[in-house]
């Protein structure tokens, strides 16, 4: 099912996924954040860290969009990590007060951005080239997905259904491209959609269940919708 999304769909749900992050994030005493999260060898101190360091990733995206001069968000995987690890030994004031600005330094500077600009190739973390729309969408993942990881009670039922539909759209491409895991045909009961990932395997398994529930499995974070054993997937994001 190809994807159906709009720049002012992806704006729209980065604002949203930004507010349920920090609001989730207010919930959480300063203690709780030295636990660990379902996010395997990260703590709440990591996820923090890798949020704050994404807004600042996208944000030399969006210098690139503004200006033409090309800024990549990262200069390395490997310098991806240390940020990570540097940046988990911060105080929590300080993680939560980088997390904060940098979240609104990154929604100022795609405010300013202009028809043309929006239309501007960048390059994402992975290589691929894309128009500066995507930007917001990559954001909205980000802060969506995460505040589900930070464990404050907030799960993918709780999300927007149509960025859900578009996540599990993306995900599905995702590991499709990929065709490294098992072949599936999921079909959600709560909307009309069905989506088809290559991979490996005769005929596809079929895997069944709410848009929530789809995407928490495909996003490596659930064993199968409902509790119903599917083949196991690794985390995405």
Excluded: C
């Excluded at 080239?129 to 709780?158: C, K, N, Q, S, Y």
Aim: proline share 6%.
């Amino acid at each position: 099912m190809a994807a159906r999304r709009s720049l002012a769909d992806s704006l729209r749900w980065m604002a949203e996924g930004t507010g349920t992050f920090f609001d989730a994030l207010a919930r959480l005493p300063d203690d709780r954040l030295d636990r660990p999260t379902a996010l395997t060898g990260w703590t709440g101190r990591h996820l923090l860290a890798h949020v704050a360091a994404n807004a600042d990733a996208l944000l030399n995206l969006a210098h690139w969009a503004s200006t033409g001069e090309e800024r990549p968000m990262y200069t390395s995987f490997e310098q991806r990590d240390a940020d990570i690890r540097t940046g988990a030994v911060r105080s929590p004031a300080e993680l939560r007060s980088w997390a904060a600005t940098s979240a609104g330094l990154l929604e100022k500077r795609l405010s300013g951005l202009d028809e043309w600009q929006w239309t501007r190739p960048v390059r994402t973390a992975q290589g691929r080239t894309v128009p500066a729309t995507e930007i917001p969408w990559l954001r909205a993942r980000e802060v969506m997905v995460h505040a589900v990881d930070l464990g404050a009670g907030v799960g993918f039922a709780d999300l927007p259904p149509d960025f859900l539909a578009a996540l599990v759209d993306d995900i599905a491409a995702k590991r499709s491209g990929a065709a490294d895991g098992p072949a599936l045909l999921l079909k959600a009961t709560d909307h009309d959609g069905t989506w088809h990932v290559s991979g490996t395997g005769d005929d596809p398994v079929t895997v069944t269940g709410t848009l929530a529930e789809l995407a928490a499995y495909l996003s490596g974070r659930a064993t199968g919708p409902g509790g119903r054993p599917a083949p196991a997937l690794p985390r995405w994001l």
